[in-house]
């Protein structure tokens, strides 16, 4: 089992920056990939961003890509979420999930992913 903890969000105005982590506990050492999802009120989970635990692959949807960035720290468990040039559609929960094993869903697809962070929520103003 592991356990994911997302920390870090808040209200920012748009163009601004927040900084989302995930402590990840329990057995980290078998998991694949790391991911952030976000759930806007009345939408589906969308994809944000993914990064293997090695580090050699990053995936990001073509709407944040340039603006966030996603990496890790194995030493400490962590991944984090820089979300720089915020814009107000980028308001929404935020979610960290984990997947053990490269398996047959796409790494965009939440299906996919086999834990769950509670979500924080991230709220930007115009």
């Known amino acids: 089992q592991v356990q994911l903890v997302e920390s870090g969000g808040g209200l920012v105005q748009a163009g601004g920056s927040l900084r989302l982590s995930c402590a990840a506990s329990?057995?980290?050492?078998?998991?694949?990939?790391m991911g952030w999802f976000r759930q806007a009120p009345g939408k589906g989970r969308e994809f944000v961003a993914a990064?293997?635990?090695?580090?050699?692959?990053?995936w990001y949807p073509d709407s944040v890509r340039g603006r966030f960035t996603i990496s890790r720290d194995n030493a400490k468990n962590t991944v984090s979420l820089q979300m720089n040039s915020l814009k107000p559609e980028d308001t929404a929960v935020y979610y960290c999930?984990?997947?053990?094993?490269?398996?047959?869903?796409?790494?965009?697809?939440?299906?996919?992913?086999?834990?769950w962070g509670q979500g924080t929520q991230v709220t930007v103003s115009s």
């Open positions: 999930a984990g997947r053990n094993s490269k398996g047959r869903y796409s790494i965009t697809a939440p299906s996919g992913y086999d834990y």
């Open positions: 990064m293997t635990w090695s580090g050699d692959s990053r």
């Open positions: 329990g057995r980290t050492f078998s998991s694949y990939a």
